[in-house]
């Protein structure tokens, strides 16, 4: 029996992208011998797709295509940082805010659906996707996108691979690929106050008239005399209107010139904003927190049941 090294291992890894247990496994099965490896993982990828599906996919990368007034913002997932950094998947998330974008696919699935190849993989996008997975290991999955047709200009903002950001607009280019960058930074929820959705603002009442309560007992354990409800109802009301200043875009501070909020540096720059559209990968999603001793000691404990 040959014995396996790490360097072994590191070797077959970076040539099939395949998980370092699987390569181990791998070469041992092949005592050694490199080519018979490199099928025996070619064998059991196929299989890898079904087994990674089950598994979170928080991390991610955002990709965006425009061409004239056609575009798309597109959110694909995978489990780890380390393969956002990954050619394949990059180019896979990028190929697919294409497609979205040229065919208007329904749904994440009519877009699976749509003819593509990559990596040897097709002739689906779908497919695609599965083989990936079993080449690099890890669960992907297309969770969103949002595609952009129609009589507006379209400028758009990424923030390395983890935002993305797309308006529509009239008027000056480079003053809305500027709000696109504020959105990115200070995520607004709306265009305007009166935009923002009602249960936000029913959540933020909710938190002030909490505060004001709490305010209340502070006054009574110091006997001092608590604000009349007429006081209280304006304090309520007015951190609510603070707080929709805030949250939408129009009124928010421009974060290039903190003089002026958003709508004056548009109206000062000819430029009207009819909407925006940000995401932020794994927004909403709950991440797996993984205690990396157990995660080890379990590899060790799995490998010396398969010996």
């Known amino acids: 029996m040959a014995a396996i090294t790490a360097s072994m291992v590191a070797e077959l890894r970076a040539k099939t992208d395949a998980p370092m247990m699987e390569c181990k496994k791998a070469l041992t099965e092949a005592d050694g011998n490199f080519d018979k490896a490199e099928e025996i993982l070619r064998v059991k990828l196929g299989n890898k797709a079904g087994k ?3 598994r979170i996919t928080a991390e991610g990368a955002v990709t965006a295509f425009i061409e004239g007034a056609s575009g798309a913002l597109l959110e694909t997932n995978c489990e780890t940082d380390f393969v956002t950094r990954n050619d394949s998947f990059l180019a896979l998330a990028k190929a697919a805010a294409e497609l979205v974008a040229r065919n208007n696919p329904a749904d994440v699935v009519a877009l699976g659906a749509l003819p593509y190849s990559q990596d040897g993989f097709g002739p689906t996008l779908e497919d695609v996707r599965k083989g990936l997975i079993g080449k690099i290991g890890e669960n992907m999955s297309f969770r969103r996108f949002k595609r952009f047709s129609g009589a ?3 400028a758009c903002y990424l923030h390395g691979t983890r935002i993305g950001v797309v308006v529509e607009y ?3 280019e480079t003053a809305a690929k500027d709000v696109a960058m504020h959105v990115a930074a200070m995520k607004p929820v709306a ?7 009602a249960e936000l603002i029913q959540k933020e009442r909710s938190v002030a008239m909490g505060k004001a309560e709490e305010d209340r007992k502070a006054a009574e354990a110091a006997g001092k005399a608590p604000q009349s409800a007429d006081i209280v109802a304006k ?3 007015g951190g609510v209107q603070k707080y929709l200043k805030e949250v939408s875009l129009f009124n928010q501070m421009f974060v290039k010139n903190d003089k002026q909020t958003v709508e004056q540096m548009l109206k000062e720059r000819g430029t009207s904003v009819k909407s925006f559209t940000l995401f932020v990968v794994g927004e909403g999603i709950e991440k797996k927190v ?3 001793a157990a995660e080890v000691a379990a590899q060790v404990a799995a490998a010396k049941a398969g010996a």
């Open 52 to 54: 990674a599906a089950a």
């Open 152 to 154: 507006s200009k379209l």
């Open 170 to 172: 009239e008027g000056d």
């Open 191 to 197: 265009l305007a106050s009166a935009d923002v959705p």
């Open 235 to 237: 304090r309520v009301e």
């Open 290 to 292: 993984d205690d990396f």
